[in-house]
């Protein structure tokens, strides 16, 4: 069994690729993908993507604003409503990214440690977005107290000394259709050295499509290519990582009901 720990649901082809989110489930399910988190990125999508979720009961969600999306609008009081409904199960997709808006470092800071520390107060992990601002990503983090909550730095393509502060912080590391690519080579070295028991995967789905789809659109069913690739690069099973990262993913998310 294979959990996605990190899609985006609300944001996949419903035009061409799939005919709905029973189609998208029907796929991954056939690949043994029985467990998804679908992620926000903005206060504005989160309702419709709860109502897309409703019906399934093995979709979570997280509720959050992107780094980028900070200038949607962040309302703190908003925030803290949604993220007390029962099929939250983490704060986020919150951070910095400083490659494509370092202009916005400070505001981007400020919302950041507003989510960290609303994490901390319904103690509900975090799912951390960081690009090209690894110290003050584990700055603030640290400061907000958060391995009183934990959390995950997902989409992992960041050093291994950050991955070990960040573990030892009580924070898991996912990874995503990235470490299949071929120039991701400094990305499989820090994934071979990391314990399996702290390791997620995901497919952040519409978004990086692992080999051998890389070009088309990334759902769910190919989470399977990044566990898959995750044990090659281990020395172990497919399955050996689909088991583990599915218990990790359980452990961190106490919310999310294991059926």
């Known amino acids: 069994m294979l959990v996605d720990s990190h899609c985006h649901l609300d944001k996949l082809d419903y035009e061409q690729l799939h005919t709905g989110i029973d189609d998208v489930l029907a796929k991954a399910k ?18 419709e993507m709860m109502a897309m979720i409703e019906p399934h009961d093995n979709v979570f969600a997280s509720c959050g604003v992107h780094p980028l ?16 409904h029962e099929r939250v199960v983490a704060i986020g997709e919150t951070g910095l990214d400083y490659h494509y808006q ?12 507003q989510q960290v520390r609303l994490a901390v107060e319904l103690n509900k992990p975090l799912i951390i977005h960081t690009r090209m601002a690894r110290e003050d990503t584990m700055r ?13 730095l997902h989409c992992f393509t960041e050093s291994l000394e950050m991955a070990l502060e960040a573990i030892e912080l009580g924070f898991y590391i996912s990874i995503s ?38 070009g088309k659109q990334n759902q769910p069913a190919y989470v399977k ?28 998310f106490s919310r999310a009901k294991n059926k």
Do not use: H, W
Request: glycine residues 8%; hydrophobic residues 40%.
């Open 177 to 214: 259709g990235i470490v299949t690519f071929n120039k991701a080579a400094d990305l499989k070295n820090v994934v071979s050295q990391l314990p399996l028991e702290r390791l997620l995967v995901e497919t952040d789905s519409p978004y990086l499509a692992p080999m051998p789809y890389r």
């Open 102 to 113: 370092p202009e916005l470092a400070q505001a981007q800071q400020d919302v950041f440690r």
């Open 225 to 252: 290519e990044v566990a898959d690739y995750i044990g090659l690069l281990k020395g172990v099973s497919g399955e050996e990582v689909a088991k583990v990262t599915t218990e990790n993913f359980f452990k961190l």
């Open 140 to 152: 603030i983090l640290r400061e907000e107290g958060a391995e009183k909550c934990g959390g995950v």
């Open 30 to 47: 056939a690949r043994g993908v029985e467990y998804f988190l679908s992620v926000g990125v903005t206060l504005r999508s989160f309702p």
């Open 69 to 84: 999306d900070i200038e949607s609008g962040f309302d703190y009081e908003q925030l803290k409503e949604y993220a007390q």
